[in-house]
């Protein structure tokens, strides 16, 4: 019998399997799919209470997490990086920087336009929003290009250290 995720499979004709398994990711899409939409209008007819949609961001996170957590398990995401750093012109380490900007600068204007509207009146909005804009440009930017960095280069040893070995079956 075929291991298919938690499934059994008794068909062995890897063919179906594929098809199978495409089926599953499809269902798994429509569920992200229904839990965003869900959430959209949830939070345009309810408002900005988490708890009216507390559910569908639950299951949105939990099965985030479960299939990067069991990609890294079972090797499957050192050899998906490799893949890609192969066919891409830009290096991952590249990705990771521009990732780590856009987030940090994007979080910084956030803050420093929130600071300033709530807090600034005409003749201080300009100040709060530069001093709010620098330390957040400071902070974030760091922090997330450690994070983006430091998370990959760990998921990335474990995958490999739990990818197949050339001796199984």
């Known amino acids: 019998m075929r291991k298919i995720g938690w499934l059994r499979s008794s068909t062995g004709d890897e063919r179906l399997d594929q098809v199978r398994n495409k089926l599953y990711v499809e269902a798994y899409w429509l569920v992200v799919l229904i839990c965003y939409v869900s ?4 939070l345009i007819r309810f408002g900005t209470d988490y708890k009216l949609f507390l559910t569908e961001l639950i299951i949105l996170v939990a099965t985030s997490f ?45 803050f420093g336009v929130r ?13 709060y929003f530069l001093s709010v804009f620098a330390f957040s440009i400071i902070f ?8 983006l960095w430091f998370g990959d280069a760990a998921a990335r040893k474990v995958s490999q250290s739990m990818g197949p070995k050339d001796d199984e079956e």
């Open 140 to 147: 974030y930017i760091p922090l997330f290009l450690m994070v």
């Open 115 to 127: 600071s300033a509207v709530l807090y600034g009146d005409d003749s201080t909005r300009f100040v």
């Open 39 to 42: 959430a959209i209008v949830k």
């Open 66 to 110: 479960y299939i990067g957590l069991r990609s890294i398990l079972k090797g499957v995401y050192a050899a998906e990086v490799e893949l890609k750093e192969r066919r891409s012109r830009v290096s991952r380490s590249k990705k990771q920087m521009i990732s780590g900007l856009v987030l940090g600068l994007g979080i910084a204007i956030f």
